[in-house]
């Protein structure tokens, strides 16, 4: 890889440490699931798509990374990170669901790793012109993060239609929001616009949660929910500047405490 880190830009070191510390530790926020999946030899449910989502991301921002070859070494770092952990992530869960989600846990991740991920890579490689393929690549990276930045849509949707956060971590969500804010200001100050510009969008979802928290954080589930039902859980673990990681399912209704599993402190 040409170049590393260039020195030119000391602040976008600086940012990509910080995203780099922020990310790892929204990568290990699942962590507290898989042991209660390990611990119960249950998935109790969880989807398997957000990690096989997020695992892509990571892989496609590696490439992206290496077909930059300057300044990105700290997009390097942190998606290889994250591709050893969601790879982990999804070995756990082939192990312990049902016959019916490893099927389609296989069938997903066959087609998005490596069927649309080989294909992305030859239409780069082979397809583009050397001078149009970083821009080529660049913007493929950012239509997929804005279309997985969408998913805290049905989230903040279901917080104003039952008045709770009982299912939405504001640990989770300010931590997301600092990540988008730290990824933007790396790709602000490296100049990589393909990194900066999804970060806006990923500012505005999480503040957004963090105001409906302070809105709604003292009202209770509603009893139709909350007895016997299941509450939708759709969380966007922004894994980095683009690398994102949308979680979504369904979780038993439970305290406050136990959603807290999910924080990242």
């Not at 929001?177 to 790709?187: E, I, K, Q």
Request: hydrophobic letters at 50%.
């Amino acid at each position: 890889m040409a170049g590393g880190l260039s020195l030119e830009h000391p602040w976008a070191f600086t940012f990509g440490i910080l995203g780099n510390v922020i990310s790892f530790m929204v990568y290990l926020a699942p962590l507290t699931t898989f042991y209660r999946v390990y611990k119960k030899k249950s998935t109790e449910g969880f989807q398997s798509l957000p990690y096989v989502v997020a695992l892509f991301s990571s892989m496609l921002w590696i490439f992206y990374a290496f077909i930059k070859g300057h300044d990105a070494l700290l997009l390097i770092t942190i998606n290889s990170f994250g591709c050893v952990v969601e790879t982990i992530y999804i070995i756990v869960y082939l192990i312990y669901a049902p016959k019916k989600a490893r099927v389609h846990t296989i069938k997903m991740f066959s087609l998005l790793n490596f069927g649309l991920f080989s294909l992305i890579v030859l239409c780069t490689l082979l397809v583009s012109k050397a001078s149009l393929r970083l821009k080529v690549l660049g913007w493929i990276c950012v239509a997929f993060s804005v279309s997985v930045f969408a998913a805290p849509l049905s989230i903040i949707r279901l917080v104003i239609r039952t008045k709770s956060v009982e299912f939405m971590p504001f640990s989770l969500s300010f931590f997301l929001t600092l990540s988008a804010v730290v990824w933007f200001s790396f790709g602000l100050f490296s100049k990589d616009i393909y990194v900066a510009l999804p970060n806006i969008l990923g500012f505005i979802f999480g503040a957004v949660q963090m105001v409906l928290y302070i809105i709604f954080k003292d009202t209770k589930v509603p009893a139709n929910l909350a007895e016997g039902n299941k509450l939708p859980e759709n969380m966007l673990e922004i894994s980095k500047l683009g690398p994102c990681e949308p979680v979504h399912g369904d979780v038993e209704a439970k305290p406050q405490a136990t959603n807290n599993e999910m924080s990242l402190v």
